[in-house]
């Protein structure tokens, strides 16, 4: 995922691993806060520890389809609010999990990334949790017209949090975005969870304007998915299969390698997917950092991030290691 504000100097985290026995099995579990060994965190058993992870909360709504959870009663993502969001300019290469191939990349200019507060997703290695607790702030679509008038703005990055929850109004800001300056490249950076038909009209907005949809495929195995983020993958997977075929031309993954459970087995499943809707996509396999409710774990071993690497490059023809600077190199 791309970190909210882009790190202006290196962080030195302090991390201790924690070792601990898995508390169904009695084997070597990698995470004290995760309190499971990476084989139980695999099986059914991991949903029972979800279930106390992930405790629901949020305001009321009726009932919503803007995202996979369709929540009825309570909102999952806390509530979706159009316009609650902060946005700044960032110099061109910016940190978008896609700068390493995009087309924005090689322009002189600025980003204009659009960080939506809420998520629908409950990651508990999330690097932008403070989309849970920031006091609301609302901008109005005239304000961020105003602002893409500013011709130094060559692309659009919508982030967050989770751009899903906000989608209608996200949407219609790019339209007239587009509308106002037609060499505007216009990019998602996403959980994949949204509503499939407006997902259908974020990607045919960036086939349009040469953008990019980036998916974080966060993990295979369905039992270690809802453990890590408190939801089920299918719905992310059928969007991006769907994406895939009308315009696989703007589709690209990541994976965040959390230390042991994230895989090579995880890896090779996620790649296989991929390549299953077209082998050219763009996959970018995320080093770690200890973060959020998750800093019980150490930055990815390099010997996890190399294997994936090596076993990412099996199944599809672009494949990257982000944040690499984490190992030192
Ligand atoms: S918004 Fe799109 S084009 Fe611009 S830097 Fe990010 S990924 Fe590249
Ligand atoms: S999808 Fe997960 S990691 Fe991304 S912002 Fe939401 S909770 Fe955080
Ligand atoms: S956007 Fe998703 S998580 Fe939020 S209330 Fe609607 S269905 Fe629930
Ligand atoms: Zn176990």
Redesign the pocket.
């Known amino acids: 995922m791309r970190k909210y504000f882009p790190p202006a100097e290196k962080k030195v985290f302090s991390v201790s691993t924690y070792l601990m026995d898995c508390v169904f099995c009695g084997k070597r579990a990698p995470s004290k806060f995760l309190s499971l060994c990476v084989d139980c965190a695999k099986s059914e058993k991991a949903l029972v520890i979800a279930e106390k992870l992930h405790q629901r909360k949020g305001g009321n709504v009726k009932a919503c389809k803007l995202c996979a959870n369709e929540c009825k009663g309570l909102a999952l993502c806390g509530k979706p609010i159009y316009g609650n969001l902060i946005y700044y300019e960032d110099p061109?290469?910016?940190n978008?999990c896609?700068?390493w191939f995009?087309?924005?990349?090689r322009l002189s200019g600025t980003?204009l990334a659009v960080f939506y507060y809420g998520c629908n997703f409950d990651c508990v290695f999330c690097q932008n949790w403070s989309h849970k607790n920031v006091n609301r702030r609302f901008v109005s679509l005239e304000e961020l017209l105003s602002v893409i008038e500013k011709r130094r703005i060559?692309?659009?990055?919508h982030f967050g949090g989770s751009p899903e929850p906000q989608l209608p109004f996200a949407l219609k800001f790019s339209r007239k975005a587009l509308e106002k300056r037609s060499d505007l490249?216009i990019?998602w950076e996403w959980n994949g969870a949204g509503n499939t038909s407006l997902a259908l009209k974020a990607a045919e907005l960036s086939s349009k304007s040469n953008?990019?949809v980036k998916f974080d495929l966060k993990a295979w195995n369905e039992n270690l998915h809802v453990l890590l983020t408190g939801r089920n993958p299918e719905r992310v997977r059928k969007n991006f299969e769907i994406i895939g075929e009308k315009f696989p031309e703007v589709l690209s993954a990541t994976t965040l390698l959390v230390p042991y459970y994230v895989d090579e087995k995880e890896v090779e499943e996620i790649a296989s997917f991929i390549a299953s809707v077209n082998e050219n996509i763009p996959y970018s396999l995320l080093v770690f950092h200890p973060d959020y409710l998750l800093r019980d774990l150490p930055i990815t071993p390099r010997e996890q991030v190399f294997n994936c690497f090596k076993t990412a490059k099996k199944f599809l023809k672009n494949v990257n290691i982000g944040n690499l600077h984490l190992l030192g190199l």
């Open positions: 061109l290469p910016t978008c896609n700068a995009c087309e924005g990349s980003n060559r692309c659009i990055c490249m990019c953008g990019t």
